[in-house]
DNA sequence: GCCATTGTGGCAGATACTGTCATATTGACA
DNA sequence: TGTCAATATGACAGTATCTGCCACAATGGC
């Protein structure tokens, strides 16, 4: 359990020379190999040599990607983080903090608002996982948590020090999230369940009935 | 990383003989000696062999009490499950949703409304040690988890199946739970910080914020 | 006072994770 | 193009977490 202090940006300088597109590649490889043999066994009957000689490279080398194999599974999650990055210099210091929050948040959802895109499939095949394994929900609610922490301090500079109630800032964050989560949770479980499923509209539901 | 199941109710079959008082008693003792040792050196430089030999118990034993080190220090939270316990039955199905469950979870803050009640103070203790170690956020988020999960299905049974939109359910507890913590969080920094704290008004506060 | 139940400690073992070093690969720059 | 600093990888050792198993002790009902 390391605490790693991962900023609130897209990664790194972005998309760089072949030093980072292969670290990327790696990345992807081995998050590929952990959700294919959580979905075959269980995330308790894989270990991280399991994963490490799927995606090709030695253990040691797995736990400088990943922290853990919980966190292997949910690179997915650390895309909010970009998102949120991308929306913060949009945010108004001047409106209304729960609508700027909630305005913030809502570019999470918004890659996989077509449930034909290949990110909305993607995240899907994570969420029937997830649901699956408390583990991985563990590991969600644990990330989840540090990006919050970040985003906090993250928008309390942006709005000024000074000018922002802690307890009304954090619940707008906490809030915000709850409701993004709520929201992809019970849109994935529908479309799970075999049916249709409109993300927009159940966002829509849910900020509403969060108001 | 297990998968305990812990039942929503009030421990067990409740002050029961000489074996369970035991049972009470060295739990306790587990949990002082972690929060000692946590607040000297820091989570991660404490071993459970540490916090056994100081609670005079073997390791093996400790990890009957305890799923993790974390834990240990978090009993605190686990009492969260018996005032919920309690005011389930009071809970009224026909009530606004939003309204009746943050009745319930406001349950969770009363014995600290007082803040010189020996609860309030090691609730002060325990957020001390929160706030510096990550290690001990993750777990109680973790913990957050589990409870938010036994309290949705025991409100699911006790709402009707069929009575409740799943997704508001959801919302309605997630944002309960929200308010409540970011309201005991609040309430613990201000009297850190050597000011006055009213978690009263705070927390109505934070009611009045998320509504 | 007997016996089934339950708690405890010790041990072995699997797994997770980290520090360290040697080696190889990359990319900037002369 | 050749050299060098930076960086990525693998191998190894070592520590810590957590679990299964077994023997033994303590408890509490009868």
Redesign the interface.
Known sequence: ?S?RTAELRATRPAGQGLRERRRQQTRAEITDAALELFAQGSV?ATTVDDIASAAGVSARTFFRYFASKEEAALPVHQEFNAALADGLPAVDPGGDL?REVNGLYGLMVRPYLDNDSPAAQRMLQVSRLIRKE??L??AM??Q??ERTEEVQQALAARLGPERTD???L???I??AS??V???L??WA?QLEAGGPADLAA?YG??LE???
């Open positions: 359990m605490a308790a729960r408390p583990a929900r563990a609610v644990r989840n948590l802690p307890l009304e954090r619940l707008a906490d809030i709850v409701v989560r709520a929201s949770d019970t479980s159940i539901r849910a009935f969060a108001k």
